[in-house]
């Protein structure tokens, strides 16, 4: 089949391999979001699809929205069989969902209906699922509603941060992918509606969503940990300003220390703090405006004083 891809960031990437390198199908041109900002500088830079897109000679369209004419009538010029998505990054409108004959396939990463929305591995990993894995289907209007053609099974493991468990997805959702675009060009697979039960949505997670309440359960702070790595990072406040927390680990062998919630204690190689169960320890820790540093390091470096405490908000105007 002829394809036209659409997407946006590093984790759609592997899909487009998968694609090119298919012997059934042709990837003749590329969606994706325009060129955005990025680095100190703030100059604007070409998403990773498009980066690849053009590596492989392959035409890249970066429409401002869906919806704008000129795109939609080089879509049309185009004449795609299909269209495959992953993680493309905006709302695509029913004028455009009609160009192509089989029309536009979605590599999500969730169980559908489990976890509609934009962040569906960040909220499996908060959630505290134990297994997940990719779907793909065919986009209508609704928010990752339509029928499903294909699915496959990830476990969650027990230290995985939402980075780790994407890529992972993301290489076993590309062949997902092939293997959905070959049943539909020779007829042997059939969209599924999806069933009514199960739904659950999965929102961007936003800065805020990822304080870190110090008064929730150790396991619910680890979850917090690794479901907002590696964005946008969980956080807290030490003396003022935000403390980025990169990793950490429930360290319920430390239950002695019965520190209060939000409370610090430091050793010679180690720091803790209190939850609203057993101590976590503090792996990999960022301060403002540093660079990332082991737990420990950081301690020493502060010195902590009897009783200190994270957590307290920031100033008003940090």
Not at 246 to 264: C, H, N, R
Not at 266 to 291: I, M, N
């Amino acid at each position: 089949m002829r394809l036209v891809f659409a997407g946006t960031p590093e984790v759609a990437v592997p899909a487009l391999d998968a694609l090119i390198a298919s012997d059934r199908h042709e990837v003749v041109a590329v969606v994706t979001r325009p060129d955005a900002p990025a680095g100190r500088g703030r100059r604007l830079v070409a998403s990773p699809v498009a980066e690849r897109a053009e590596e492989a000679g392959i035409e890249v369209l970066k429409p401002v929205k869906p919806r704008d004419e000129d795109f939609l009538g080089r879509l049309r010029e185009i004449g795609p069989d299909c269209c495959p998505v992953v993680a493309y990054g905006a709302l695509l409108p029913k004028v455009a969902l009609d160009i192509p004959s089989k029309g536009w396939v979605n590599l999500h990463f969730s169980l559908l209906p489990a976890w509609r929305g934009a962040a569906p591995v960040q909220h499996a990993v908060l959630a505290g699922d134990e297994v997940t894995g990719a779907t793909t289907f065919q986009i209508e209007q609704g928010l990752d509603s339509g029928p499903v053609y294909g699915v496959l099974t990830e476990q969650v493991r027990p230290t995985d941060t939402s980075g780790d468990l994407l890529t992972r997805l993301a290489f076993a959702g590309s062949g997902l992918l092939v293997a959905t675009m070959d049943g539909i060009e020779d007829g042997t697979l059939k969209a599924v509606p999806q069933p009514a039960e199960g739904v659950t949505l999965a929102p961007k997670i936003e800065v805020e969503d990822a304080r870190v309440d110090w008064t929730a359960p150790a396991l619910r702070v680890d979850r917090v940990v690794r479901g907002c790595a590696p964005a946008p990072g969980a956080w807290t406040v030490f003396r003022g300003e935000r403390l980025k927390l990169i990793a950490a680990s429930v360290a319920p062998d430390q239950a002695e220390l019965d520190l209060a919630p939000g409370e610090l204690a430091g050793t010679k190689k180690a720091v803790y703090v209190g939850t609203g169960s057993h101590p976590v320890e503090l792996l990999w820790v960022q301060p403002q405006g540093k660079k990332p540093m082991q737990g420990a390091d950081w301690a020493r470096g502060v010195r902590i004083a009897a009783g200190e405490r994270l957590g307290d908000r920031p100033p008003a105007t940090a």
